[in-house]
Every structure is written in C-alpha cells, then in structure tokens.
C-alpha cells in the first residue's frame, strides 16, 4: 500500500561495520523492488533492486534479500563509510504499475 | 543509468500565484513520467503518473485542477501548481521511465517554498 509519511527511524553505525536497514512491503502481487539512497535537497538514487524470482542479489558493498512469504526486504551495506549516511528508501512495484515507496530511514554513520 | 534533469532546483512564490516545474529525460525516451511529493522527513508520495500524450492519473487526494501537468512529449514533463498556498511548500520530486518498463530515474528535486 502506500506510504503513509511516517516520521523516519534512524540506524546508527560505526564506520567500517556492516549496516542491514529493513523494510516490509504489502502487496503481494509486486514483482520488482529497488532500494533508493537519497541526500539531503537530492532526489533519490538507484542503489540495486530485486526480482520476485530471486531471493538475494549482490552488488559492490551492497546485498538485497527478499523474502516474498514474510514480504520483507533488507539491504546490507558491508564497512560503512561516512558517505553513506542519508535516508534509504525501499520502493515495490506491480508489473507495469506505480512505484510504491516505504516509509525509509536514516542512517548515520560515526567515524 | 540515464539521466533525468528538473528545474528549477528551488523556487520560491507569492502566495496565490502559479509555479511550473519541468523535468527532463536527457538520454532517453520517457513514455511514462511520475511525479512524486515529499515533505521533511517523511517518505515520497506519488502525487500522478503520466503518461506521453495522455492525461495524467492523479493518486486520490490529489487536486488535479490544482496540480495540472503536461506531458507533451518523450522528454518533458511539466508540473504547474496553481493558484499555491504555503501549505504546498514541499519538495516535488519527478521520475521517468521508458517503454521496457523498468527502473525509472529520478530528477534532482524542486524544492518549492510559498511565502
């Protein structure tokens, strides 16, 4: 369903470790996700995305999983570095239908 | 990845008075353009989704006299907020798409203030 414009969660991380930010989606018939990193006064950045045919998939630092029984989505972020810090977004989409985002949250990194 | 370019970046307006935002597939053909709302600290809503040389779609609760946009062509969309007030002070936020339906890309953002 729709986002409902929830105040963001924030996640803390110290530089170098690994971070996983989760996100639940709730429509079933979605077959395609991405998640997005957005800066401050930017829009939104493509980081990887997932098919519904696939239950893991890996980019450079980055790793998404999906698990389609408990609809849930997470991204890991492998050392963490300062320049990741900013709000990520995970976002569903039914084929040929609307993207959908989630609620998102922050993440800090400390150095 | 392809690029899609929005200006202006910010805009600030009178109350009352109209304020369009374009946004831009440089690389590519953008069959289906979106466009999206967000206020601080929460997450982006779909305001309308357009596609070329029809009428766009607006998401319920969105004023489509209000908010009326244009998209003429495989590389432009427009968004006009009509008649703004300062409750539409937001950050507007497009994105477009081309015809193999897959990821869309996203506009740098329009920070829009009315005063």
């Known amino acids: 369903g729709e986002s409902v414009g929830l105040h963001l969660p924030t996640l803390s991380v110290q530089e170098g470790d690994n971070s996983i930010i989760n996100c639940a989606y709730s429509n079933s018939a979605s077959d395609y996700f991405i998640w997005y990193k957005q800066e401050s006064g930017k829009g939104p950045q493509f980081i990887i995305d997932i098919r519904s045919n696939m239950d893991k998939r890996q980019g450079q630092r980055v790793t998404v999983l999906l698990n389609k029984t408990v609809k849930h989505l997470s991204l890991q972020i492998a050392a963490t570095q300062p320049g990741d810090s900013a709000v990520y977004f995970c976002?569903?989409?039914?084929?040929?239908?609307?993207?959908?985002f989630g609620a998102g949250t922050i993440l800090r990194v400390k150095s | 990845g392809a690029v899609v370019s929005q200006h202006p970046s910010r805009v600030i307006c009178k109350s009352g008075t109209s304020v369009k935002i374009e946004c831009r597939s440089l690389?590519?053909?953008?069959?289906?353009m979106f466009w999206y709302r967000q206020f601080p600290k929460q997450s982006l809503m779909l305001m309308a989704t357009s596609n070329e040389g029809s009428k766009a779609t607006y998401e319920q609760g969105v004023e489509k006299d209000k908010f009326l946009i244009n998209h003429a062509s495989l590389t432009l969309s427009t968004l006009t907020v009509t008649s703004a007030h300062p409750e539409d002070s937001s950050f507007y936020i497009c994105?477009?798409?081309?015809?193999?339906?897959?990821?869309?890309?996203f506009g740098q953002g329009t920070r829009l203030t009315v005063v």
């Open positions: 976002a569903e989409r039914e084929y040929g239908n609307k993207l959908v």
């Open positions: 994105s477009a798409r081309d015809s193999t339906n897959t990821e869309a890309f």
């Open positions: 690389d590519f053909q953008a069959t289906t």
